[in-house]
């Protein structure tokens, strides 16, 4: 079974990056300790994330990472698999790099990118006025 580890919104899954390149790294690690060492370093890259629902994404992928074989199992220790995990972080950097360089053709082809010679640049559209509801 493959597991589709795509990308939501245009955003990298950090938390994904982050847990493979902490099992990639370190010695087996049961579930607490891992998700502390990630929480850590979700905390210095700036991420706003803790609590019950990082607890709960985390062990969804973990689970992922069991299923695919990037992740093996032995009593509660998890132990990354080193060829499986440096090619899911290669994949993860050769998008990554290939959503910021189609994000910068998309914006130097966008009308409003570049003003025509002598003129200003075109305006954005005003925003919709959201309605009242009605008071009950």
């Not at 998700?35 to 905390?43: R, V």
């Amino acid at each position: 079974m493959r597991a589709n580890f795509n990308f939501a919104k245009n955003r990298p899954d950090v938390l994904a990056e982050q847990l493979a390149a902490l099992l990639s790294e370190t010695k087996p690690l049961a579930f607490n300790d891992l998700f502390e060492k990630l929480q850590a370093a979700l905390a210095s890259t700036g991420s706003k994330a803790n609590g019950d629902m990082l607890r709960l994404r985390t062990h969804e992928k973990l689970q992922k990472f069991l299923r695919t074989g990037l992740v093996t199992k032995n009593g509660k220790e998890y132990t990354g698999v080193k060829d499986a995990l440096s090619n899911f972080l290669k994949t993860t950097t050769e998008q990554k790099a290939h959503r910021a360089s189609s994000k910068q053709k998309r914006a130097a082809q966008h009308p409003l990118s570049e003003a025509v010679e002598g003129q200003p640049p075109a305006s954005k559209p005003k925003p919709l006025r959201k309605r009242k509801s009605p008071v009950l």
